[in-house]
């Protein structure tokens, strides 16, 4: 019988690296994450029970690999004098860098809880019943908190939520663009 452990934790990288790379905001960092997830999934692959979600499973591996990591890294202080800080700056006249700025740092005043449920739902697009199975919680505690990460995002970025989804209501179902167009 072929071994599809392997092909299957292949195919989930891209949805990991889009994951790690919301936690870490860094392409090398994230890289480092997924490889550090896949090297602790194949060390410990055993202990995965075959049938079961192997995307949460590995991104629950993930997750936990980043706050460890993450508790670890606020000990330490790097570029003291800030000259790699300096070369990474880009012009800030670019209004879609100061929103995504903005977006960063109101996803850094979400508590922790809201912030993984919204990241794993959102970004690494999990579905309500895997990301509640990452997370250790029931699927609604998970919808929950995708709400009220929504809110308070929407809330710290000034951003009418209500008049968004009116807005969505309102739009007409997607129709196909005509012949030859």
Not at 20 to 48: K, N
Not at 59 to 77: D, E
Not at 139 to 157: C, D, H, I, P, Y
Request: net charge positive.
């Amino acid at each position: 019988m072929r071994d599809v452990f392997p092909d299957a934790v292949i195919a989930l990288i891209p949805m990991m690296r889009a994951y790690a790379m919301s936690l870490t905001r860094s392409r090398p960092e994230a890289d480092d994450l997924v490889q550090d997830t896949l090297v602790r999934a194949w060390r410990f692959r055993a202990a995965y029970e075959p049938g079961t979600n192997l995307k949460a499973w590995l991104y629950k591996i993930l997750r936990n690999i980043f706050y460890s990591n993450h508790a670890r890294r606020r000990l330490v202080v790097q570029d003291v004098d800030g000259r790699l800080t300096a070369q990474l700056a880009c012009a800030g006249d670019q209004d879609w860098q100061v929103e995504f700025g903005d977006l960063l740092r109101s996803l850094d005043r979400l508590t922790p809880d809201t912030r993984d449920a919204l990241l794993l739902i959102v970004v690494a697009g999990l579905s309500y019943e895997e990301g509640a199975e990452v997370c250790g919680c029931a699927t609604g505690t998970l919808k929950s908190r995708v709400s009220r990460a929504r809110a308070r995002l929407a809330e710290l970025l000034d951003y009418d939520l209500t008049a968004a989804r009116r807005h969505i209501a309102r739009r007409p179902a997607h129709t196909p663009p005509p012949p030859g167009a």
